[in-house]
């Protein structure tokens, strides 16, 4: 089993609708949450982080944390043709190291 | 502008060269770190430096020598590299290496070897 696993997509969504990114994670330690955003040939950019004492918003994006099933999602709310990147999810291991997922690519169409 | 300036971005360069990848970050960080990332392949951790000092080899072969002049920089040294090499290299730093601080990224090396 892989230690962060997402699927690769495309998730495609039309503007306006509510996109749902998921990441699985296997270390049932793990405390710290991270999306990062890339879009094609440009570097991953923090979208949001979270910790294990819950869930956070930051305007039309929401991440979730489910402990009991090992798994965080991101949510983008009002999807734009802009939000059309690649998603990848990160997650700290118990070796101290962020372990990222091969990532999950979102398509916007209008 | 991500505070984190990777240079050059594009590096093409043959078996038996001698080449370097640069990183200066701008964000006062005192971590940095060397990623691999290639094609349908999750971000490999190649190197972490706190304060300096190398506080991570990530089983990276020796052809990649890094190199953390003060908390600013950050080079990559790259020496008879194989084709399995070519990825885009990336620079990231936080503040402090824990891992609950966040990563920022540079825009990443693209290194192709002939």
């Known amino acids: 089993q892989k230690e962060v696993e997402q699927n690769s997509g495309p998730l495609s969504v039309p503007e306006g609708a509510i996109a749902s990114l998921n990441c699985t994670y296997s270390?049932?330690?793990?405390?710290?949450f991270f999306w990062y955003r890339q879009y094609s040939g440009k570097s991953p950019e923090l979208i949001m982080f979270?910790?294990?004492?819950g869930d956070k918003e930051d305007g039309r994006f929401t991440a979730q944390l489910n402990k009991a099933s090992q798994y965080v999602s991101l949510l983008i709310r009002d999807s734009q043709p802009s939000d059309s990147a690649t998603y990848l999810c990160?997650?700290?291991?118990?070796?101290?190291?962020?372990?990222f997922g091969t990532g999950t690519r979102l398509q916007v169409f209008p | 502008e991500t505070g984190v300036t990777q240079t050059p971005r594009h590096l093409v360069m043959g078996m038996t060269n001698k080449k370097s990848l640069k990183c200066e970050q701008h964000?006062?960080?005192?971590?940095m770190y060397w990623y691999k990332q290639s094609a349908k392949k999750p971000l490999e951790l190649m190197f972490v430096?706190?304060?300096?000092?190398?506080?991570e080899n990530n089983s990276v072969p020796s052809r990649f020598s890094p190199e953390c002049p003060n908390s600013s920089h950050l080079f990559l040294h790259l020496h008879t590299l194989q084709p399995e090499d070519s990825a885009l290299y990336l620079c990231?730093?936080?503040?402090?290496?824990?891992?609950?601080?966040?990563?920022?990224f540079g825009d990443g090396t693209r290194l192709s070897i002939l």
């Open positions: 990231a730093s936080s503040q402090g290496r824990g891992v609950s601080q966040p990563q920022h």
């Open positions: 990160a997650v700290n291991s118990r070796t101290d190291k962020l372990i």
């Open positions: 964000l006062g960080h005192n971590a």
């Open positions: 270390d049932r330690g793990s405390q710290s």
């Open positions: 979270i910790y294990s004492n």
């Open positions: 430096y706190s304060l300096e000092e190398r506080v």
